[in-house]
């Protein structure tokens, strides 16, 4: 789908070398001082673990067993929201930023992949990608929502317009569950390369034997209440996340030879401001500009990191009021002359 590949043919306002040359000090500088950060407690680790695994077992039990369908409804949402909390640390350990060869975490987590629909082979591949390629203006999305310039869109076929317009749309979001996870996760791989992603078929195998399961053995309205929705709710709260971490007013992109690990941390991931409730149930991921600073940072020691740091602390802020989710939705295009993100409407396209 080339629509969803971003060129590099374009007029993007370029930094000087000599801009560029003064910056990589000071970069460097930083990424050494994050490292005295990255390094884990195994008893704060297995705490987080253990006690989000109990917090999900208490909700799913709700929404396994309450008598009233209010109850059961509120236990789903619960479940769902404390799954994006299971996969802060289901991801920090694929950045082996915790629980570093533990067999133990291995199994369980491992397992959590293979029922949110997160095989891990999938996983690492696209989002190490991420990592080493966040706001780069060029290849493909690998990992990422599809970047397309103004002119490149305009250049594009109908058809490839059409393409770039729903990958973009936010029902990609609201429908993360099928969009990103089921389809993007697990079938996309398995039509691409079966035999390197193998475990995308164990993974839809789990998740779906689970439902068939509680349907067989339970009721329809179990098997929904248990594993569907809260899969559901826990899918576009991570795909929601994950697009406003790097798509917002003032983020930036940039050309392969003007790209900075560091710059891209500091000026194309955001901070989501949110309460500590809401901090607790994703796992602190609203630092992002951190984490991109430095993925071996676990979860739990990011806050410290944004406070010990000071180049950290003056990040692009964002946060769930409405206003702020439309702006950031509105958002479709890189404008290369004004060197932003644009809409549609604002791109005349």
Same mark, same amino acid.
């Given at each position: 789908?080339?629509a969803l590949?971003?060129?590099?043919?374009?007029d993007v306002?370029t930094?000087?070398? #000599?801009?560029?040359?003064?910056? &990589?000090?000071?970069?460097?500088?930083?990424?050494i001082?994050?490292?005295r950060?990255?390094?884990?407690?195994r008893?704060?680790?297995?705490?987080?673990?253990?006690?989000?695994?109990?917090?999900l077992?208490?909700?799913?039990s709700v929404?396994?067993?309450?008598?009233?369908?209010?109850?059961?409804l509120?236990? #789903?949402l619960?479940?769902?929201?404390?799954?994006?909390?299971?996969f802060?640390?289901?991801?920090?350990?694929?950045?082996?930023?915790?629980? &570093?060869?533990?067999?133990?975490?291995?199994?369980?987590?491992?397992l959590?992949?293979?029922?949110?629909?997160?095989?891990p082979?999938?996983?690492?591949r696209?989002?190490?990608?991420?990592?080493r390629?966040?706001?780069?203006?060029f290849g493909?999305?690998i990992?990422s929502?599809p970047?397309?310039?103004?002119?490149?869109?305009?250049?594009?076929s109908?058809?490839?317009?059409?393409?770039?317009?729903?990958?973009?749309s936010?029902?990609?979001?609201?429908?993360?569950y099928?969009?990103?996870f089921?389809?993007?996760?697990c079938?996309?791989?398995?039509?691409m390369?079966?035999?390197?992603h193998?475990?995308?078929?164990v993974?839809?195998?789990?998740h779906f034997g689970?439902?068939?399961?509680?349907?067989?053995?339970?009721?329809?309205?179990?098997? @929904?209440?248990? @594993?569907?929705?809260?899969?559901?709710?826990?899918s576009?709260?991570?795909?929601?996340?994950?697009?406003?971490?790097?798509?917002?007013?003032?983020? &930036?992109?940039r050309?392969c030879?003007e790209?900075?690990?560091?710059?891209?941390?500091?000026?194309s991931?955001?901070?989501?401001?949110?309460g500590p409730?809401?901090?607790?149930?994703?796992?602190?991921?609203?630092?992002h500009?951190?984490?991109?600073?430095?993925?071996?940072?676990?979860?739990?020691r990011?806050?410290?990191?944004?406070?010990?740091?000071?180049?950290l602390?003056?990040?692009?802020?964002?946060?769930?009021?409405?206003a702020? @989710?439309a702006?950031?939705?509105?958002?479709?295009l890189?404008?290369?002359r004004?060197?932003?993100f644009?809409?549609?409407a604002?791109a005349?396209?």
């Amino acid at each position: 789908m080339s629509a969803l590949l971003m060129e590099t043919d374009t007029d993007v306002e370029t930094f000087s070398v #000599s801009e560029v040359e003064a910056t &990589k000090d000071v970069d460097r500088q930083l990424l050494i001082d994050s490292r005295r950060f990255a390094s884990e407690s195994r008893v704060a680790s297995w705490w987080h673990l253990w006690s989000t695994l109990a917090a999900l077992a208490i909700a799913a039990s709700v929404a396994f067993a309450a008598d009233a369908l209010w109850l059961r409804l509120l236990g #789903s949402l619960l479940t769902g929201l404390t799954l994006v909390r299971v996969f802060i640390v289901y991801h920090d350990y694929q950045h082996q930023a915790m629980l &570093k060869d533990s067999r133990l975490a291995r199994a369980i987590l491992t397992l959590y992949g293979f029922v949110m629909l997160t095989p891990p082979s999938v996983w690492k591949r696209s989002h190490d990608h991420h990592h080493r390629n966040n706001s780069k203006l060029f290849g493909a999305s690998i990992g990422s929502f599809p970047i397309m310039t103004t002119d490149n869109y305009k250049a594009a076929s109908p058809r490839q317009q059409l393409e770039y317009r729903i990958a973009r749309s936010p029902m990609i979001i609201v429908f993360g569950y099928l969009t990103v996870f089921m389809f993007g996760m697990c079938v996309r791989p398995l039509l691409m390369d079966a035999r390197r992603h193998w475990d995308a078929v164990v993974s839809l195998a789990i998740h779906f034997g689970l439902i068939a399961s509680l349907v067989v053995w339970c009721d329809l309205p179990t098997a @929904i209440l248990t @594993i569907v929705l809260p899969t559901w709710v826990a899918s576009a709260a991570g795909a929601y996340l994950f697009y406003i971490q790097h798509n917002f007013p003032g983020a &930036k992109i940039r050309r392969c030879e003007e790209w900075s690990y560091t710059k891209a941390a500091l000026k194309s991931s955001s901070f989501l401001e949110l309460g500590p409730v809401l901090q607790w149930l994703t796992g602190n991921i609203g630092y992002h500009h951190v984490h991109h600073l430095n993925a071996k940072i676990p979860f739990y020691r990011l806050p410290e990191a944004m406070a010990g740091l000071e180049l950290l602390q003056s990040p692009t802020r964002v946060t769930l009021k409405l206003a702020d @989710i439309a702006a950031c939705l509105r958002l479709k295009l890189w404008d290369t002359r004004l060197d932003r993100f644009v809409s549609f409407a604002e791109a005349r396209v």
